[in-house]
């Protein structure tokens, strides 16, 4: 028997489709508020983004970040989130929250997992003690965090495995745990509980997976177990072939897809919703991301360089003081970038708005049908107009939707 869950805290408003590619621009209304697709979620996976307090996160545009139910359920634990009410209070932010449920730790923390049917038995990486996450228990540690969207518990396999039987159990797996997640969920009023489809590069176990995920009836469904080092072209595939299966009417979420090229192609290819810890990870090591590549400021070759971050960006950091923003040029950022935490905080201010304002951008092309017109100006811009530096997997996939970035 098919579980379906009953009616969602989720409405998903499908704005316009590209005339062109399978590019969607939609409003997502949760409880905390709408957002707008497609869209990129910072990753706070502790309940905090690294670098960045709730109001600076505020003031990037964020109103969906995401929080990870494996690391929060180790700490601060349940206790302290049903005693707070919950990982809003926690962490003072009053925008929507999407929880991660520990299933891709199974592939980052392998060697200390092991996976049965009963859950993911692993040591924790505090103590050393013995631990299981069961489908059911993912399920109430989402509860108690409060998370707008919980994601179901998923039987993670890195796409480069060898061992396709093993990929296929996963995929059967993730199927039944998802039937447990739903008869688990507490708080299906308050909470939207979305599937994943998994089934490695191997797309007839990812349409398997699909039309089983589909039947199911969830609120919102991603698709998983990529981004782990898989050949782009493959990874465009696996993208392009779930979401010709998917519903119109419901929100699409690639996870862990933060590269500003692989967001780009995947909206083409239907995706709306991404995540990543890039932005912040890379600012921690002195990157800006910009529209033309990104560029270490820790290089000599900006020390003297009294321009903002990024010409023309309108984030806090590079804003100038005439406008409330802080005026930070690069020649401060490379002064402080080796050897302070401002620089690092700095850039991940930058970092992320960057990210959330190209999505702005991207919508609003989808929305005047310009979306492919969007994609050759972006190409063009991040290669300074050298087309044969243009990535084959970009050209080969935007191509198969109609988008011919080599024309003249």
Not at 206 to 212: H, L, S
Not at 245 to 272: C, F, Q, T, W
Request: proline share 6%; with cysteine; glycine share 8%.
């Amino acid at each position: 028997m098919v579980l379906r869950p009953p009616a969602s805290a989720l409405k998903f408003d499908l704005v316009t489709k590209c005339a062109t590619t399978k590019a969607r621009a939609a409003t997502l209304h949760l409880p905390h508020g709408p957002v707008q697709l497609p869209m990129f979620m910072p990753v706070a996976t502790q309940a905090s983004l690294k670098g960045l307090t709730p109001k600076q996160l505020e003031d990037t545009s964020c109103r969906l970040c995401l929080n990870n139910t494996y690391h929060l359920g180790l700490k601060p634990g349940q206790q302290t989130l049903d005693a707070i009410g919950g990982a809003h209070k926690l962490q003072s932010w009053p925008h929507n929250i999407l929880t991660d449920s520990g299933g891709f730790q199974m592939v980052s923390l392998l060697k200390l997992a092991q996976v049965t049917e009963e859950g993911v038995r692993f040591l924790s990486p505090h103590d050393g003690t013995p631990m299981l996450l069961t489908p059911e228990h993912s399920i109430s540690l989402q509860n108690s965090i409060g998370s707008d969207i919980i994601m179901q518990l998923d039987d993670v396999i890195a796409t480069t495995s060898p061992d396709h039987a093993r990929i296929k159990e996963a995929m059967h797996r993730s199927i039944r745990w998802l039937d447990r997640c739903i008869a688990a969920h507490r708080n299906p009023s308050t909470q939207n509980l979305f599937c994943i489809i998994q089934g490695g590069l191997d797309l007839d176990l990812r349409a398997e997976c699909t039309q089983q995920m589909v039947a199911r009836d969830t609120p919102g469904i991603a698709i998983g177990g990529l981004s782990g080092g898989e050949a782009k072209d493959l990874y465009c595939k696996v993208v392009h072939t779930c979401t010709s299966l998917l519903p119109d009417l419901k929100p699409r979420y690639v996870m862990g897809v933060g590269y500003p090229e692989d967001i780009l192609v995947s909206v083409a290819l239907g995706a709306d919703m991404f995540d990543c810890v890039w932005p912040t990870r890379t600012a921690r090591f002195g990157n800006a991301i910009t529209g033309t590549g990104t560029f270490n400021l820790r290089h000599a070759a900006y020390a003297n360089d009294f321009r903002p971050v990024e010409e023309g960006c309108n984030c806090t950091c590079c804003r100038p003081e005439s406008e409330g923003g802080l005026g930070i040029t690069r020649a401060y950022i490379h002064h402080v970038a080796a050897k302070e935490t401002a620089g690092a905080h700095l850039l991940s201010m930058h970092n992320v708005h960057h990210l959330l304002d190209l999505m702005r951008g991207a919508r609003e092309a989808i929305v005047e049908q310009r979306y492919p017109a969007f994609l050759v100006d972006y190409f063009h811009g991040m290669y300074a107009g050298d087309k044969e530096r243009y990535p084959g997997w970009a050209v080969d996939a935007l191509r198969g939707v109609g988008v011919d970035l080599l024309a003249d």
